[in-house]
């Protein structure tokens, strides 16, 4: 191999927004290589039994994994995307070299444009003995049960009433595991009132303006204590209740996995809308380092779906920059923008919307 | 413990392989993460905290939090979460920081 690897247009991650931007530039052309810190893409999806909403463009009545099946099929079918499994990238400097570690070897890699989609991660909550063993991350339960076929305990606390708490939820009922409850510490369920019926009529209690006060055990988690919250989120006291599990599973949101974007000094903005700090990008996802564009989770937490369009977007900006697809190109961003819009209509888009309002709000965003 | 049925997704398991934990003979799967193969059998004190010395978990599984850091085969800091398992592996609770070999 070469010193320095060269391509037209590097993707960091193999999850949904990565995929789909390696297979949108690829049509149009362009030469892709895509990294996967993992042995295999597909990123969250692998994990997803459950079927994704939305309409049929973005898979609908599909299980997530077989979505991601799909799309690694479509990298792998296209002979102008190359795809390193097991390669983290570390940085990208100055000169727009960007670096990599993968089986022990440090790489380089010389790209004519970046897609940094990288994902989130897992938030956690503060609450004493929050660091026992049998406390985990949403997403990490599910690899344990959803990829290894491994139960992590017998009896669950889930924390937060959102998608993906009831998701996990179902699933632990699924692979055999009580749940002892679900709460939640504002006054309304987040997710989808679907997921919410089918788990209260499996007889699963979700409380509602309710937290952790702590958890409690000699090595791993044997119990937590649980208590209500007045209108003004303090604990009544007196409500506590102490509820033996063996496991409390956190589902309290995602914060992107910003790292790269900071490190290559994209300018970056707090907004609590999407989830923490994120890069400041035009509408094409280009970030104000001309030529690094952003899709999925990283420049916004939203869900698959959406990180699958604008994967696809990227993909196809970036292509188009390079002189590729000039024919189709307009018309394919125009039809992803559009299907954006259309995602992000309904109640839980409007958050995202106003998010990416006050991103582009303030100048800064190279257009 | 392991799923032996489940309504939606279906198994697919590498070959039965030893591995030691502490000393202590283990079984796991080929091709699963160690920490997988470690939960399997109800481990789930993977290490213990370099200054309050409180016992660490598992936490995110994908690579992210360092939670799992154990020695693998003499290496320290190996993340078991994304560790694939290996028959005859080595597997030890990691002191403070870790030596380099």
């Known amino acids: ?367 | 413990m392991r799923i032996t049925e489940h309504p939606i997704l279906e198994f697919q398991r590498g070959e039965e392989v030893s591995f030691s934990f502490d000393g202590q003979e283990l079984k796991g799967y080929e091709g699963e993460t160690i920490a997988a193969a470690l939960h399997a059998v109800g481990v789930r004190v993977l290490g213990h905290s370099q200054t309050m010395h409180r016992p660490r978990g598992l936490f995110c599984a994908i690579g992210n939090c360092s939670s799992c850091l154990m020695v693998v085969d003499g290496e320290p800091n190996v993340r078991i979460c994304v560790e694939k398992l290996k028959s005859g592996m080595r597997v030890e609770t990691q002191q403070g920081k870790g030596c380099l070999r």
């Open chain 1, 1 to 367: 191999m070469p010193k320095v690897k060269e391509i037209e247009i590097l993707i960091i991650g193999g999850g949904p927004a990565g995929l789909s931007a390696a297979s949108a530039a690829a049509d149009l052309g362009a030469s892709v290589l895509l990294l996967e810190r993992d042995d295999k893409p597909g990123g969250q999806l692998v994990k997803q039994t459950h079927k994704f909403f939305g309409s049929k463009k973005q898979y609908a009545g599909d299980r997530g994994y077989q979505i991601g099946n799909l799309l690694i099929e479509q990298c792998a079918n296209n002979p102008k995307v190359e795809v390193w499994t097991e390669t983290t990238a570390l940085g990208i400097y100055e000169d727009g070299v960007v670096t990599a570690e993968g089986q022990g070897k440090h790489l380089k890699i010389n790209p004519e444009k970046i897609i940094v989609a990288t994902g989130a991660s897992e938030k956690m909550i503060a609450f004493p003995n929050n660091d026992l063993p049998g406390i985990y991350g949403a997403g990490a339960v599910q690899t344990l049960m959803n990829v290894h076929g491994i139960v992590p305990g017998q009896r669950v606390l889930m924390i937060g009433a959102g998608n993906i708490g009831l998701i996990v939820s179902y699933q632990l009922m699924q692979a055999g595991v009580e749940v002892a409850g679900i709460i939640e510490a504002s006054p309304t369920i987040g997710g989808y009132l679907v997921h919410a019926a089918k788990i209260r009529r499996a007889g699963v209690p979700i409380l509602t303006s309710h937290t952790i006060t702590e958890a409690y055990g000699q090595d791993s988690v044997e119990g937590a204590i649980i208590c209500k919250l007045d209108e003004k989120w303090q604990p009544i006291p007196g409500t506590e209740q102490d509820l033996k599990v063996d496991v409390i599973c956190l589902a309290v949101g995602l914060s992107p996995l910003t790292e790269l974007c900071f490190q290559a000094d994209c300018q970056m903005k707090y907004v609590p809308e999407l989830s923490g700090h994120v890069p400041i990008r035009n509408k094409y996802l280009e970030t104000t380092r001309l030529g690094l564009y952003v899709a999925g989770d990283v420049s916004g937490v939203e869900e698959a779906s959406s990180a699958m369009v604008e994967g696809r977007l990227a993909g196809i900006c970036a292509a188009y920059s390079l002189g590729h697809g000039k024919d189709v190109a307009p018309k394919l961003q125009a039809d992803a923008l559009a299907e954006l819009s259309e995602l992000r209509a309904g109640p839980a888009g409007q958050k995202t919307v106003k998010g990416i309002m006050k991103l582009m709000d303030k100048g800064g965003a190279a257009c």
